[in-house]
């Protein structure tokens, strides 16, 4: 696994390519080498119409990426279907998931992987919102051996970092930032952006953010702090302000999307992005003396994952929020078991943490509270 210096700089660039889509190139460059791939590919894909609103790779052979965006869909590639429509976080290795004797007799493998002198993939889906799909994939060598147990957690460990970045880039305009975020191009943006050190007290807030301010129905100023609607997404956005400090290594799983709003008022949800160490100074010094960025995400058709949000909200593991989720969907302990491919009593373990982080007793209790979550982000 990588030293903490190491991935600390490796977080710092993913989060400088959301101001900097420029920056997606050097970063999977770097991503790729970690993991040991011969290259690597990111996109985030808008839904049912499937329109590409980020897709760039690792330098490969263009005319066989456009073969394999153009004639190869989900269902006809082994192992993709099961990422696609899986678990977002959840690392998938093609050979393994599939086994190598039926992947190396597919049509996929004999026509498109072994012509290019590849072996296996790392896929993850990162992305998976109302309209929005991510995946990311790093594709190896045929001269090595599968995807090992160490990058597939590598991957799992950025995931939450590239939804961040990539959910941030979705929201800016980047004809209006270029080399640097000046004032006026903050004030110029449609998404309203807040600046906030350690404490989150306010350093700056564009003309649109001042807007949610004055409403007092998402985000409001106390004694200058930023504040959301209540004091557990209030706990929760200032957590993830604190932990940003160290560019995001500690927030995770957590900090992703926080609900901000009052239920029965229009969604609103804020996405943190730290500034502080790693990656590139260039684009961020401009933010001096802010510690964090604060984006407001008040887009109806672009809700954050219910499950990333349950994380933030109630400090929840990846694995309880998921199985929150799975509660709420209307599962059942032995399905949500048979979903994940775990135990029933991994599940159970699971859930009475969950209960005991949300304050609920009973299944029942905790649908109606994710359901009342469920309210201000309009999942």
Request: contains cysteine; hydrophobic residues 40%; negative net charge.
């Amino acid at each position: 696994m990588l030293s903490q210096e190491s991935l600390s700089s490796l977080i710092g660039n993913i989060y400088d390519c959301a101001l900097d889509p420029t920056h997606w190139a050097k970063t999977l460059a770097q991503i790729n080498g970690h993991m040991h791939g011969a290259y690597t590919a990111i996109s985030l894909t808008e839904t049912p119409n499937f329109i590409g609103r980020l897709m760039t790779h690792t330098p490969w052979d263009q005319k066989a990426v456009q073969s394999f965006i153009q004639d190869w869909g989900v269902d006809r590639v082994p192992g993709l279907a099961a990422v696609a429509y899986g678990s977002v976080d959840t690392p998938r290795s093609t050979v393994e998931d599939v086994g190598e004797e039926e992947f190396q007799t597919s049509d996929f493998y004999q026509q498109w992987v072994k012509p290019q002198g590849l072996r296996d993939a790392c896929i993850l889906k990162y992305v998976h919102t109302a309209d929005r799909i991510g995946i990311v994939a790093t594709v190896t060598h045929a001269n090595r051996d599968i995807v090992t147990t160490d990058e597939r957690k590598l991957m799992e460990l950025l995931s939450p970092h590239l939804r961040r970045a990539a959910m941030i880039g979705d929201l800016l305009d980047h004809k209006l930032v270029e080399a640097q975020l000046y004032q006026a191009a903050l004030d110029g943006l449609k998404a309203p952006i807040l600046l906030v050190n350690e404490n989150c007290r306010i350093v700056y807030a564009n003309e649109q953010a001042h807007k949610h301010l004055s409403s007092e129905i998402s985000v409001r100023e106390k004694a200058g702090e930023l504040h959301a609607a209540n004091s557990l997404m209030t706990h929760s956005l200032h957590d993830a302000v604190k932990r940003s400090l160290s560019s995001g290594l500690q927030l995770g799983g957590r900090g992703i999307a926080i609900p901000v709003s009052e239920p029965g008022s229009p969604p609103v949800v804020a996405y943190v992005l730290p500034l502080n160490g790693g990656g590139s100074e260039a684009v961020r010094s401009v933010f001096r003396p802010a510690t964090a960025a604060i984006f407001l995400s008040t887009a109806l058709t672009t809700p954050p994952d219910l499950k990333d949000s349950l994380a933030t909200l109630y400090d929840l593991t990846p694995s309880e929020a998921r199985v929150a989720v799975q509660i709420f969907e209307g599962l059942n302990p032995t399905e949500a078991a048979e979903q994940q491919g775990v135990s029933e009593n991994t599940i159970k373990t699971h859930l009475s943490r969950t209960f005991s982080k949300m304050g609920v007793t009973r299944q029942t209790e905790l649908v109606k509270l994710v359901t009342a979550v469920t309210s201000p982000i309009a999942h």
